[in-house]
């Protein structure tokens, strides 16, 4: 089936520093979501992006879909130890189905 | 706000049981989702139903089989528990088909021995 690419699968920063982690499709993407998953935790809702060139933010969070919707990107300016927890994103291609494919994941560790 | 609920945080079954894992939402969410979750392959879909009693293969339905026989009830059984279905099972809702937001449930970590 489709793939869903992200890397890095694994970020280790210190508290302040910035991250990103990034999504890359093998097909064009009718849209993209981003999940959160806090260790122990089940993923949770962040962000959908729908239009190409979108960008998105949340507080210090900065979401971005390309322009050919094959990729896309989530930016953390300064973590913070509250940031740790694996980042998921989640495509869907036109022809996909009712399903979303979503990436491995990149696990964010925040240290003090 | 949505509550996707699982029958058992935990479960230990031996080789060659069946198994049923149990997953509820409460918001009347036409499609609902089976994955599992291993470490460092991310989240992979088994099965998902996008109505009741309609189901779809997802992209590792081998050893498992569904039943959605109310729309508010998903379950995952495996026929023959096996070790290398030991695994975290999450189950997930969404209204609609997308774009809209999947809710998932707190998972069953799941242990065949």
């Known amino acids: 089936g489709q793939q869903v690419m992200q890397i890095p699968q694994y970020q280790h920063v210190q508290e302040g520093e910035d991250f990103t982690t990034y999504c890359n499709s093998s097909?064009?993407?009718?849209?993209i979501q981003w999940y959160k998953q806090r260790p122990g935790g089940h993923p949770v809702f962040l962000i959908q992006?729908?239009?190409?060139?979108e960008v998105k933010k949340q507080k210090r969070l900065t979401f971005q879909f390309g322009e050919a919707k094959k990729n896309s990107s989530l930016h953390i300016t300064a973590t913070q130890t509250t940031d740790v927890g694996t980042y998921f994103c989640?495509?869907?291609?036109?022809?996909?189905?009712?399903?979303?494919?979503f990436g491995k994941g990149t696990s964010l560790l925040v240290t003090p | 706000d949505v509550k996707v609920t699982q029958s058992s945080r935990y479960l230990v079954k031996r080789t060659g049981e069946k198994v049923f894992l149990e997953c509820v939402q409460d918001?009347?969410?036409?499609?609902m989702f089976w994955y599992r979750q291993d470490p460092g392959l991310g989240l992979r879909l088994i099965y998902f139903?996008?109505?009741?009693?309609?189901?779809e293969k997802g992209d590792i339905p081998e050893g498992y089989s569904v039943s959605r026989e109310k729309k508010e009830r998903f379950s995952l059984i495996l026929e023959s528990a096996s070790t290398n279905q030991t695994s975290m099972y999450l189950c997930?809702?969404?209204?609609?088909?997308?774009?809209?937001?999947?809710?998932f449930g707190p998972g069953t970590r799941l242990t065949v021995t």
């Open positions: 997930a809702s969404r209204i609609g088909t997308s774009p809209h937001e999947q809710y």
């Open positions: 097909t064009t993407l009718s849209n």
């Open positions: 992006l729908v239009k190409s060139g």
């Open positions: 989640a495509g869907r291609s036109g022809n996909s189905g009712y399903a979303l494919n």
């Open positions: 918001m009347d969410h036409e499609n």
């Open positions: 139903s996008y109505d009741v009693k309609m189901k």
